[in-house]
Structures are given as C-alpha cells and as structure tokens.
C-alpha cells in the first residue's frame, strides 16, 4: 500500500450547542488533512493551526507532500523525521510542527485501519479501561445565577467535573482582575459559591487563560496571592495562571502552593516541553495531540512528564479529530489523569466523529474503532463550506475578531 495523495480540507461550522460558550463564540473553522493510497483506504487528521490560521495550512501539507508520496506507513516515525529535518530552520517549533502533527495524525489513523487496530493500540496499548471527563466551559458566565446555570447544564450532561476561566463574561463585557488583592477577593468569592453549590465530589478546574494573551495576563506576585486564596478548595488544577514566556516564574509558583498548576497547551514539541519539564515549572502538564508536534510527540511528552512525577490532562478544543487524537493519546499514556471534552459539541465534532467517542458515568470509554475513528464524508464537507477569516485570534489594533 502506497501514498498516492495528501489533501488538505478546510471547513467552517457552528463552534458549539454550548448555550454559555456560544455567547463569545459563534463559529469555528478546522482543517483535516486527508492521505490517500493506491488502495481504498485512506487517513484523516487534524491540526490544531485550523482553527486559528486555517488559510496558512494548505501550503505547509503541500510543502510536505512530496516527502510521503509512494511511502507506506510501515514506520511512521521515520516520516515524521523526514518531514520535521526537511523543515528544520522553522518547523523545530510552532506553526510547522503544529501542521506536521495533523499530517501525522492521518498516518496513524491510516495505519489503524490497515492493521484493523485502534490507534492507541499503535502507541503501546491501553493503559486505562476508563477515564475522567471534564467539560472545558470556557468563560465565567455572569451574574452568579448564569454562572450556575451554566454549571447545571454541564452536570446533566453527565459531566462529573468542569473548568470555568478567570474574571467574567457578561452582557456588559469580559472582566479580568489585574491587581493582586482585586483578583484575590473576586476568584475566591467565585469559587466559594461554586464550590458550596457543588459540593466536595465534582471535580472543579479553572483557567486563568494567561498563557497566550500579551495583555491582560498577570505577573507572579498575583498568581502566588490567587492561589493561596484557592488553596482550601481542592481544584483539580489552575490552569495557564502565566505567560508561556515565564517558565522560571511558573516553576517558582509551583513551589509556592498546594494548588496543582497545569499548564502546556501553547508548546510544541519536546524541545519546547523539556524547557518547562526540566524545571517542575507544570504539575499537571495539557499536550494537545493536534498540537504538540505530532501524536508520537504527545507520547514523549507525556513520558518526559511521568518521569518526573507529573500527571497529564489531554488539552482539546479542535475539531472531531483533534479530539479523537487527544482521546487515543490519553488511553496510551499512564499519567493520564483527565481529559477535556467539549461540551455539547456541533457538528463538526459529532458528524466527524459518529459514535466512536463514548462517556459513561462521567468517563470516556476507550475507542473501539480502527484508526481514530473518524469520518469526513462529501455530505460533511458540503454542509459546513470554508469562510475564509473566520479562524479565532487575539484582538489588535486593526484586526478584530468580530464572531
């Protein structure tokens, strides 16, 4: 069996049903990418860069393409080297990596599918015969009483665990504390009331969603006064509480406080992970397996982690395929201790996904479909037609993300 073909498909839908998540986001765009062979099989992945910068995608596979045709997958490893040597001056890290990884993740769900395996067989085996789920909820939906709807909601999907971010989302606009004791005073109150609503058996995760903004993003001396306000509340993690330009600053808060910090969606590849895992600067490390560099990175990853003691918690908010790539990674890592599922999701999750992904009681089942368990038929890429802009970006002076 050889590679005869590598395309890249972009498309645009609705982000999600999450009534709570659709009031700051409205659609999403994702690319997959699709490798044929001269039989009637063929692989599909995801790269996370589609969701972001989807235009910047096709040209990046095309770039690559000429690596993989007349190749088979006997060792995807070694195409995956090629690939990452070819583009060696600016594919070490960022957006090369970040493509190469949905390029890759069509090999192995190829590869899945030829030997008639799930993926995570591929990676060294199951290591959980179940794990926990927590729905990714994105803003603090506010007033209180939106904030515990919104909890509600998540709940009776069957979640037992759930992450809200930092400051408040409302109808007159997002609120992020800046100042230590403002922040300290508002982030305990919110998860005083949340906690007390819930009560001690459901998981609670929050996310300080510093880690990619150049603005509103605090410094250690705020991250240190929050976390030790939050210290009595058993968080499962605090996510992203810096900037990823502040390793040194994130291994200090660790040691500062009781609170387990998470952290990683924002770097790819291992020499990216060993800066941060080298200094305990994570002690629950967030690999994105449509992010990371690839689905044989994440599993470095993850053991560059274990061997220092660290869990992980699969990082997901891609399309049906990234989150497929995240679910076959976390059952092929033993360090897994939760993965994040997106609530409620539209089509271009449940379409691409079909049933292969399974929560019961709270927690994901391990796929049973060769590969990754993906379609992308003509009737989905026909229904949810690419709309060039609509990837998400940070707001900047003559660039405004307006859905």
């Not at 982000?15 to 690319?31: E, G, M, V």
Request: charged share 20%; net charge negative.
């Amino acid at each position: 069996m050889k590679i005869t073909d590598v395309k890249t498909i972009l498309l645009t839908g609705p982000c999600t049903n999450d009534p709570y998540l659709l009031a700051i986001r409205k659609r999403r765009s994702a690319a997959f990418i699709e490798i044929h062979t001269d039989t009637e099989l063929f692989g599909i992945g995801e790269t996370y860069a589609g969701y972001f910068c989807p235009e910047m995608v096709p040209e990046i596979v095309e770039f690559f393409k000429p690596i993989l045709i007349g190749q088979d997958v006997s060792n995807i490893q070694q195409l995956w080297s090629y690939m990452y040597q070819c583009g060696n001056f600016w594919c070490r890290v960022g957006l090369g990596l970040i493509v190469l990884n949905g390029i890759e993740a069509a090999l192995w769900d190829l590869k899945g599918k030829m030997l008639g395996l799930p993926v995570y067989e591929l990676l060294g085996g199951k290591k959980h015969d179940k794990l926990l789920c927590y729905a990714t909820g994105g803003p603090s939906n506010y007033p209180k009483s939106e904030l515990k709807k919104k909890i509600d909601f998540y709940l009776s999907l069957g979640f037992k665990g759930f992450k809200f971010g930092v400051g408040s989302s409302s109808e007159q606009g997002y609120y992020v504390p800046l100042k230590a004791q403002e922040a300290v005073d508002f982030e305990s109150d919110k998860i005083d009331f949340v906690r007390k609503y819930v009560g001690k058996d459901v998981e609670i995760m929050m996310d300080g969603h510093m880690g990619n903004s150049p603005v509103t993003t605090w410094d250690l001396p705020i991250a240190k006064a929050v976390m030790k306000a939050l210290e009595p509340y058993g968080l499962f993690f605090f996510e992203e509480p810096l900037h990823y330009t502040d390793p040194w600053g994130y291994s200090e808060l660790c040691k500062s406080t009781t609170v387990p910090i998470a952290g990683g969606e924002c770097l790819t590849g291992t020499y990216e992970w060993r800066v941060f895992a080298e200094r305990d600067a994570f002690d629950i490390g967030q690999p994105d397996a449509s992010f990371t560099g690839g689905l044989g990175e994440f599993m470095k990853v993850a053991a560059m982690l274990e061997s220092k003691g660290k869990k992980i918690a699969t990082h997901s908010w891609g399309a049906g395929s990234s989150l497929m790539q995240n679910i076959h990674c976390g059952f092929a890592c033993a360090n897994t201790s939760i993965l994040e599922i997106a609530p409620a999701y539209a089509g271009l999750h449940g379409e691409v996904m079909g049933d292969s992904f399974v929560m019961k009681d709270g927690c994901a089942l391990p796929p049973q479909t060769p590969g990754l368990g993906i379609v992308l038929t003509d009737k989905i890429k026909n229904k949810y037609p690419f709309v060039p802009g609509s990837g998400e970006f940070n707001d900047a002076p003559g660039k405004i993300l307006k859905d």
